[in-house]
């Protein structure tokens, strides 16, 4: 009897467990897809913002054109940076603040601590962070544009590269001494990109040229080179060989980059309904969501997908679309997730949560 029972509980084991790998998945696949995610356990926050903010360092830097403070997640003031005169601009990446002077530009780092590059000349128009370099694009007094870059230590290492036509872009590469840079023209009202591979002791390693639509965002990823234009998506192996194009709707509302699952995501519009397009780096499309058209940008917070505006923030996972946060007479200035803890920066107010 005893071996009989034994027996009847592996038969019913395997049974189970052939059942789960059968069916099981799928079930509890389908009961996400049928899960509604929403912001719980929320707090309101007052903050000392002034008249921008947004999340940087664990907390949040607000600013002006004459003073920076950098806030806790409880409005406890971290550190502040006063000047005697007024910033032209200020730029925001990574670790790193930007105030940009006549002719120069004052770096400020997590800690509040300062460095000035002299060596700049004409007015800022640009200044971002890559693979722990800066590049700068200036506009000269003949309305030429010049880049500067800055190595992970602040020093230059491209010094005033001038360019005849107007800098659209600048990707800096993660695995080589190389950063790819476009351009844009008009000629006979048709747009003419040039999109170029350098090294950084300006030896230019390829070149090539897009027509009749308008480069949007390149990104190096492993020496390729991803090209977004208002028509085409472009893949560029590390010699300058088109390795495979893609027609793309018109009218991108943005897109973004996922470095980490080798993903590319387009926002845009067709048929007058808003779609957002996932590809991989092969060019294949892997997804399609369906998005509401009071969207106007999109972000990816580890595997999570947010559609968002001024006012609402939306969960896309599947085929679903999950509003996680709305309001009617303020403006969503900036938000951040950090695993299932999200935060919604307010002016004036920071609410946090958890997404479940």
């Not at 001038?162 to 844009?184: P, Q």
């Amino acid at each position: 009897m005893r071996k009989i029972i034994s027996f009847l509980i592996v038969v019913i084991i395997i049974a189970g467990l052939a059942f789960y790998f059968t069916y099981g998945r799928e079930y509890i696949l389908s009961l996400d897809d049928n899960k509604i995610y929403e912001i719980k356990n929320q707090k309101t926050i007052d903050m000392k913002t002034l008249d921008e903010c947004k999340f940087y360092n664990k907390g949040i830097v607000t600013y002006n054109n004459q003073k920076i403070s950098h806030l806790d997640y409880e409005n406890n003031t971290v550190w502040e940076n006063e000047n005697q005169i007024f910033v032209d601009r200020i730029f925001i990446a990574d670790d790193y603040i930007y105030m940009c002077l006549d002719n120069s530009i004052e770096i400020i780092n997590k800690n509040n601590q300062s460095y000035v590059v002299t060596e700049i000349a004409g007015k800022i128009i640009n200044v971002s962070r890559e693979n722990n370099r800066t590049y700068i694009i200036t506009e000269q007094k003949d309305g030429q544009n010049s880049l500067y870059m800055l190595n992970e230590n602040n020093e230059v290492i491209v010094e005033n590269k001038k360019f005849n036509d107007m800098i659209t872009g600048v990707s800096i590469s993660d695995k080589s001494e190389g950063y790819c840079t476009t351009t844009l023209k008009f000629t006979n009202r048709k747009p003419l990109n040039s999109l170029m591979f350098n090294l950084m002791d300006d030896v230019e390693l390829w070149n090539n040229k897009i027509e009749n639509e308008i480069i949007v965002e390149t990104k190096i990823i492993n020496n390729n080179v991803l090209v977004l234009g208002t028509e085409n998506v472009y893949f560029y192996n590390p010699s300058g060989k088109l390795m495979w194009k893609n027609s793309n709707y018109n009218n991108i509302k943005d897109f973004t980059i996922d470095l980490k699952n080798d993903e590319l995501f387009i926002l845009y519009e067709k048929d007058e309904k808003l779609e957002l397009m996932c590809y991989n780096f092969d060019g294949k499309v892997k997804n399609i969501y369906k998005v509401l058209n009071n969207v106007k940008r999109i972000r990816i917070y580890g595997n999570k997908i947010f559609a968002y505006s001024e006012n609402m923030i939306y969960l896309l996972h599947d085929n679903n679309v999950d509003k996680l946060f709305e309001v009617s007479n303020e403006q969503i200035m900036d938000f951040y997730v950090e695993n299932s803890n999200i935060y919604v920066l307010l002016k004036g107010k920071l609410i946090k949560g958890q997404i479940s």
